[in-house]
């Protein structure tokens, strides 16, 4: 993905929250992006998703893209499995097996015949990253991934990470907050609707 001068604002006349993005993710890197509240993260996620579309600038990407935005998009109705099922057929997926690799990686197979709304918020978190990477994605798209998780489920988390890199996959994570820092490519920091590469990033 090549992200090239990219602005936004979110009405006509108002503050650019996006002011000259340049970016791009080559394959098998893992890269982070941090910057407070209010920064523009989750609004550069979506023009890089596709769900906006930026006032100024480009977006080119050649591959399957999973994206996993920070509010959980679930049907509390549906039970785990069921949104498994609904997915593949939206993917024209022949089987559940790469579904069924990450669910058993992130411990969410026990939860298989539970019904979304009585998850708890890391267990909605797994299935909607679960979601995201079922149809096995060239490119994903993190939107604050880990919240929620338990120790256990964070290391999960970036064991997952380590094997995209290592099949050839790119991964952009985006957080308010930096950890661990030396499992990434490089690092930004986004601040003032610009992209700043960061040396080093302190955890508050």
């Known amino acids: 993905m ?17 002011r000259g993005i340049n970016l791009a993710l080559w394959p ?7 910057g407070e509240n209010g920064a523009g993260k989750s609004t550069l996620l979506k023009i890089l998703s596709g769900e906006l579309k930026p006032d100024q600038g480009t977006v080119t990407h050649r591959d399957r893209i999973g994206y ?13 499995s069921q949104h498994l099922e609904f997915f593949k057929v939206a993917y024209g997926l022949d089987d559940l097996r790469r579904a069924d690799e990450i669910s ?14 009585v998850l708890s918020g890391g267990t909605r978190q797994k299935l909607n990253l679960t979601l995201a990477l079922m149809h096995d994605p060239q490119l ?9 998780f338990d120790w256990e489920t964070y ?5 997952l990470a380590d094997q995209l890199r290592a099949d050839g996959r790119s991964v952009l994570v985006v957080s308010h907050l ?5 499992r990434l ?9 610009i992209l700043h590469k960061a040396a080093q990033v302190s955890v508050p």
């Open 2 to 18: 090549t992200v090239r001068d990219v602005h936004y604002a979110y009405a006509r006349g108002a503050r650019l929250v996006l």
């Open 28 to 34: 098998g890197s893992v890269l982070g992006i941090v």
């Open 68 to 80: 996993c935005p920070q509010k959980v998009v679930l049907n509390d109705a549906f039970t785990v």
């Open 104 to 117: 058993e990686l992130l411990n969410l197979t026990p939860y298989a015949n539970e019904r979304a709304g």
């Open 140 to 148: 994903l798209l993190l939107d604050e991934p880990y919240q929620g």
């Open 155 to 159: 290391l999960r988390f970036w064991e």
């Open 178 to 182: 930096a950890y661990d820092t030396e």
């Open 185 to 193: 490519d490089e690092l930004w920091r986004l601040d003032g609707g």
